[in-house]
């Protein structure tokens, strides 16, 4: 269950993996409805892309705490180029902030909309921004960027992975996926 000094525990495997389908299934989603202008017939879309959204940061909330109850492995450096561990470390640090800062500025554009945010099918979240076309531009642009760094962030973090699992033969991807 817990973390070990050479593997993730369940916990911490379950958890990333169900992160890493959530955040596909958001990115692909909010892609979709990006261009959509919202009517009736595809609001349920946008409410389940918000739903997402806080199912997405509410994990996010729990791995930090389970990370605070028991830290992950440190990555394998043998044999690593000191840049290799810098850029790993840079990316692993720039996505936790991202993990926590998309939904946030979703959250705050939707509610700077004037419109209740509504997740789950009936939960009316309080709004964390003032209601203006302003701040809902400026969030929303905000949120865009954010996600595209995200991306970014994500093709690095995969692409590493692939690298040290098939380049360098390190046991780095099946710690995540096998403990």
Request: proline content about 5%; cysteine-free.
């Amino acid at each position: 269950m817990r973390n070990r000094a050479d593997g993730f525990g369940w916990v911490s495997r379950t958890i990333h993996w169900l992160m890493a389908a959530g955040i596909i299934g958001a990115l692909i989603l909010g892609t979709v409805i990006a261009d959509m202008k919202v009517n009736l017939s595809n609001l349920w879309l946008f409410g389940l892309h918000k739903s997402a959204g806080i199912a997405l940061l509410a994990l996010f909330v729990l791995r930090l705490g389970w990370h605070r109850l028991t830290p992950p492995p440190a990555p394998i450096a043998e044999g690593t180029p000191e840049w290799q561990l810098a850029l790993a470390a840079g990316v692993h640090r720039g996505l936790y902030l991202l993990m926590g800062l998309v939904p946030l500025t979703g959250w705050a554009a939707s509610g700077a909309s004037g419109l209740d945010v509504v997740v789950f099918g009936g939960v009316t979240l309080p709004p964390l921004a003032p209601v203006s076309e302003a701040w809902e531009k400026g969030l929303f642009a905000l949120h865009w960027g954010l996600t595209r760094l995200l991306i970014g962030l994500l093709a690095l973090h995969v692409a590493g992975a692939l690298y040290r699992h098939f380049i360098k033969r390190d046991r780095s991807l099946r710690r995540i996926i096998g403990g």
